[in-house]
């Protein structure tokens, strides 16, 4: 096998506010996998929260190249690459991520099946996804919403964590009325603190609100918990819930789990977190980075074992240089074809890795 990538930027259509920075572009590497004439794709982002900057993914790329070359055949590679395993011990869980995507795209090219088929679901999954409304001015927010729910997007994800709350509230409030009938999730990326949480989440609540992610800071999951215990809503862990281990240990105390193939490690360990949480009370949610298609399109796969989609990092951009998992009218789906379904727009300069 012959493992390559190329390094490509993506901006946003318009920048992202949350309550901890603003985002206007990102770069991707574009991991490809080839074999017997066939090529398999993943891809890795760099992420500053994540402490995954581009030279990193470079960095692991090239010391993996020579452990992955040597193996025979991408089903060999996909045992191989296991967390625990010879090859992707070591990995970063985005660098993890992206590699295994190329060997299960190659696989399923490789057997002529979508991936959703190589992980037990032979029917096509299809999922209303998310769409997030970034911390903008109440009416910027309740424009933005109705264009959206105009465009078919039936959950909205407002973010949250405005020095003033009472900013927060006007946000919500707006998007209520902009899309009166979307449901609508809730994001302060960690802004509240435990009190300010228990007393803002009522007042969210009372505006429709359905369901709110990581409403303090990261770090305390006993606090979470006890959030959760009082919330009128359920309450999703995201920068608690970062490993299996995070994840387990807060089955039964929080009401879903936020899972990110960047953030966890990709689709293998995104299932062992599914199967750890069965049962608990605890609900899977797929979120997702800022990313092209190819990069959202392993967890697409994944979407009929999750209560919460936000699979919408490929539509914050202003060119997504790949297609084949949808979107746009507010479901992701994966195209009919073996593999991850997803095609780059232009020619990609493979080989071109050094």
């Not at 936000?310 to 195209?335: F, K, M, N």
């Amino acid at each position: 096998m012959r493992l390559t990538w190329h390094t490509a930027s993506l901006e946003l259509a318009e920048p992202l506010r949350i309550s901890r920075s603003v985002m206007a572009r990102r770069d991707a590497v574009w991991v490809s996998l080839e074999h017997g004439g066939l090529r398999g794709w993943g891809e890795a982002v760099s992420s500053v929260y994540l402490g995954l900057p581009t030279e990193t993914i470079l960095r692991h790329l090239s010391a993996l190249r020579p452990a992955v070359e040597r193996l025979p055949d991408p089903e060999t590679a996909w045992a191989e690459l296991a967390p625990a395993g010879p090859v992707g011990a070591d990995l970063p869980a985005g660098v993890l991520a992206a590699v295994e995507s190329a060997v299960l795209d190659l696989t399923g090219k490789r057997a002529g099946e979508p991936v959703h088929q190589l992980l037990g679901s032979p029917l096509p999954p299809s999922a209303a996804t998310a769409r997030t409304i970034g911390i903008v001015a109440p009416v910027a927010a309740a424009a933005q919403a109705s264009r959206l729910a105009a465009a078919g997007f039936g959950v909205l994800k407002v973010k949250a964590g405005s020095p003033d709350p009472a900013e927060d509230l006007a946000r919500v409030e707006a998007v209520r009325a902009g899309a009166p009938a979307a449901d609508l999730l809730l994001d302060p990326n960690g802004a509240w603190t435990e009190d300010q949480a228990h007393a803002l989440l009522p007042r969210f609540a009372a505006l429709g609100v359905t369901a709110v992610e990581q409403p303090i800071a990261a770090g305390r999951p006993d606090a979470l918990a006890r959030v959760a215990t009082t919330s009128p809503i359920p309450v999703i862990a995201d920068e608690d819930a970062v490993s299996y281990e995070d994840a387990a240990a807060l089955a039964g105390r929080v009401h879903g789990v936020n899972v990110k193939l960047a953030k966890c490690g990709g689709v293998r360990a995104a299932l062992r977190i599914h199967a750890a949480l069965d049962g608990s009370g605890t609900d899977l949610m797929l979120g997702c980075l800022a990313a092209s298609s190819l990069g959202i399109a392993p967890a697409v796969h994944l979407v009929d074992r999750a209560r919460w989609v936000d699979l919408d990092g490929h539509l914050l951009l202003a060119d997504d240089p790949w297609s084949g998992i949808g979107g746009s009218d507010g479901t992701v789906r994966p195209a009919p074809r073996g593999g991850l379904g997803v095609l780059p727009r232009a020619a990609i300069p493979v080989g071109a890795a050094g």
